[in-house]
């Protein structure tokens, strides 16, 4: 019975993946867990905010495509950020398209990527405010377990600096966006 369970997990695994040794063709789905950090200051420096929240939840998608351990995956991530601005609580939804490039370490299947991505966003840190669309430095890595083969766990960040548009106020205001944490996801 277990050489039977062994040998559907190990065919299962390769349904999806295609990987002739040369060729890597993965698609990836994971959710993440995330530490954000948001910081923001108006031009004249009369006012700053810092967001109080420390983990935030969110998901990905992923395209892994590569030759000879050399990876790009086009990708779609998510993150749901809550800011804290004086006494007003605000939802930020983010989600992030774009590409990252990684190198796979045979043997061991360790991923380290880095990437930019174009990064929309609904709500604001205070009422009324908005968040301008602007561009994410993705950066971490990836490794595909080996014991449960379509298991995958990771590091991951992003770094990122809107502009912001607050009403009943003049002057240039933006956010420094990072985020940190760890993913669990499936590579079919």
Known sequence: MKK???ALGLSLSSIFAIDLGILTISPEVG???SYSKVKGEIEDKSTSFNNDNTFSPGAYARLWLGVAGFMIAPHVKYDYLRSSFV???ESIHNIQYGGV???RIPFIKLT???GA???TFKG???SGSSIKETYAINFGVRWEVPLFSLLVIGFEGSW???DLKIPASSGKHHAEMLNLGGTIGFAF
């Open 4 to 6: 039977i369970i062994l």
């Open 31 to 33: 959710a993440t867990l």
């Open 87 to 89: 006494n007003s609580k």
């Open 101 to 103: 490039l990684g190198y």
């Open 112 to 114: 380290p990527f880095v």
């Open 117 to 119: 991505s174009y990064s």
């Open 124 to 126: 604001g840190f205070i």
């Open 160 to 162: 990122q600096k809107p």
